[in-house]
């Protein structure tokens, strides 16, 4: 290939989340020689419920060279240790999903191997009391790792932040117009393919005005302007194991109180209730499954379980969980919810608009478009989302809740094959093994597993190797250790106004 086959025209269609994400991002990595456009209206608006995030983000905003103060002050941001998940065991009864580390390993063997030994003898506290993201979340105490106490637990803390979303499209617009990237209002009306190729050469908007490219980026939402309703793409449907299709969507006013250093995530009669706590408002949702519930019902269900009082009217999204058959498609990549969609239950959906930019800088193309780029990409991306959907119906399928027709489906519903055998592996001696460069590592895994109920039989044999005494001694010590290091912390609310001065001084 030769400068003559290089792509210099790119057309990102939608704005939000999704495509000022990748306006960004381009406008970082392209830095010059190249035309970058995205066209967006504002009459359509934004979904606008993406707030939570997972600690993939802070590479993302480093990458950008983004200033972690200002983006905290700018963005209204709070920061998240992980997910409290209630109810979803069985009512009654809670969990922690926290980023980073559980205990500290021991040679060859994870720390959960050993404490499930000394769980079995009944002499362990519970699993919580091993993680310091836990421990700190729970107490509601904040701090960054400390990367100078590398034999510290306070060397572990992994992180990531709630925002406002519609704050952080602003942010990095302005970033990307900073940078070159042209924004042009307006709505498209059709779009414009190649006679012979089918490929994308334009987007007609509203006004008689054409924008012409040569790579299209869809981040257009569930609609799919460019990859579904120009290319007819097709749609994988997930309903059958994430039969959620609903969500009803609130801010509410802070309580008087603390801002909680993580998401709260609560299981409902047909579906479950999200809470998210910025400096200035608590974002709330209710995902249902429309068979089992009216929108009436869940909007009154929501509203009666919120913390302060609604901002402003509630507003219900209908979806289908799945994803698009093709990512890329011919001179088109769907990057967002145009994409596929992947309910919140993880705050994974701007962790797949971050992934999706990067494999798309790795295998950015020229204008020939040889199709076993596109094929392994569409392959790394197909991989990605299923394994990110098998961690999602682990969280339904893995329940003793018999208490609703909802419920009773998700816990008998056949599951998929690669989860199945995960569950098995894992209820044996609580073995856990992470596939490739799948997102969610093992300790996500067990994690969830174990607070879903599941339980294994045994343990694996090289804990066999340490005497019960020590046993629990090395136990008892990362579970004082961690308690010590959490005392050190200041208060989430503390911190959060430190970063903010910091910013505003600066």
Known sequence: MDASSRITRIVIVGGGTAGWMTAAALSKVLERGYEITLVESEEIGTVGVGEGTIPMIKLYNQALELDEADFVRRTNASFKLGIHFVDWWRRGQSYFHGFGKIGQDRGLVTFYQYWLKLAALGRAAPLDEYSINTVAALRNRFLPALRERPNSPLADIAYAFHFDAALYAAYLRQYAESRGVRRIEGKVVDVALHPETGFVEAVALDGERRVAGQLFIDCSGFRGLLIEQALHTGYEDWTHWLPCDRAVAVPCANPDGPITPYTRSTARPAGWQWRIPLQHRIGNG????????????????????????????????????????????????????????????????????????????????????????????????????????????????????????????????????????????????????????EMFAEMSWVQVMHGQGLRPRGHHGLVELLPEPELAGFVENVRRVIANCVDQMPGHDDFIQHVVSQARAA
């Open 286 to 437: 209710h995902v249902f499954c429309s068979r089992y519930m009216s929108e009436d019902e869940a909007t009154a269900l929501l509203l009666a379980n919120l913390d302060g009082e609604p901002l402003a009217e509630p507003r219900t999204l209908r979806f289908v969980t799945g994803k698009r058959r093709r990512t890329w498609n011919r001179n088109v990549v769907a990057i967002g919810l145009s994409s596929g969609f992947m309910e919140p239950l993880e705050s994974t959906s701007i962790h797949l608009i971050q992934s999706a930019i990067a494999r798309l800088t790795a295998f950015f193309p020229y204008t020939g478009f040889d199709q076993a780029d596109i094929d392994e990409f569409n392959a790394h991306a197909d991989f990605e989302v299923t394994r990110i959907r098998d961690f999602l119906i682990l969280h339904y399928h893995a329940t003793a809740r018999d208490d609703s027709p909802f419920w009773d489906y998700c816990r008998t519903m056949q599951v998929p094959e690669p989860l199945r055998r995960r569950i098995a592996l894992f209820e044996a001696n609580g073995r856990v093994f992470r596939e490739a460069n």
